[in-house]
């Protein structure tokens, strides 16, 4: 979510409800009204992370299953233990989201025209390469969609390999350059090699657009 540096958006709506009450009922004791819209904001705030519902404890490795399916960590997909990186795959993810205004993966099945882990394992290594053997080596799935050797074995077609350069089209030049670097810094196969939220949050493309 993002927060709101324009405070206006809020007496406006006191104003508006006081000249101009939205409709309610009482229902079993209780009030129920009919929502009002806030105006857009002139300003933005900072972002803010918010729905913690399904937080637990970091520190220790874990192996249940997480995640929205297109935001799912490769690690989470193969059954690998993970930790606090797979969060930070699910920002590179959400960041391109909405700052590309599509999602990076999809995990579409082309047989079954439905999510599948197969499909989205597909999709990631279109975009990233075969994964290291090292990480497939710690997982409990690993062979249900991998050889031996590292070949996707999953019974559908890979998709033709594509660079994030090309799948964004917003940004040129140095912008562009320092998105993906940035974006690079959390899209990767080993969750070792994924910068920290400390790490990050000194990144030079995000100190540029703060």
Not at 49 to 54: A, E, H, N, P, R
Not at 82 to 93: E, H, P, Q, R, T
Not at 143 to 169: M, N, V
Not at 180 to 186: G, I, N, V
Request: proline share 7%; net charge negative; charged share 30%.
């Amino acid at each position: 979510m993002f927060g709101i540096a324009d405070d206006s958006v809020f007496s406006d709506f006191e104003e508006k409800e006081l000249q101009t009450p939205c409709p309610r009922k009482e229902l079993d004791g209780r009030i129920i009204y009919v929502s009002r819209e806030l105006r857009m904001p002139k300003e933005w705030g900072a972002p803010v992370l918010c729905d913690f519902g399904s937080a637990m404890a970091g520190g220790i490795e874990h192996s249940e299953d997480i995640q929205p399916n297109i935001y799912r960590a490769p690690e989470v997909i193969l059954e690998v233990p993970w930790s606090y990186s797979v969060d930070i795959w699910n920002v590179g993810c959400m960041i391109w989201d909405i700052f590309e205004g599509e999602s990076l993966f999809t995990g579409q099945d082309p047989e079954l025209q439905t999510y599948r882990s197969r499909a989205h394992l597909a999709e990631m290594v279109s975009l990233l390469g075969p994964p290291p053997l090292s990480l497939l080596a710690q997982g409990k799935l690993s062979s249900k969609f991998f050889s031996d050797k590292g070949d996707f074995c999953a019974e559908i077609p890979l998709p033709d390999r594509i660079q994030l350069e090309d799948r964004e089209t917003t940004l040129e030049g140095q912008d562009k350059a320092t998105f993906l670097r940035f974006m690079r810094k959390m899209l990767q196969w080993e969750p070792g090699k994924r910068s920290s939220a400390r790490e990050l949050k000194e990144d030079e493309w995000i100190r540029k657009n703060l």
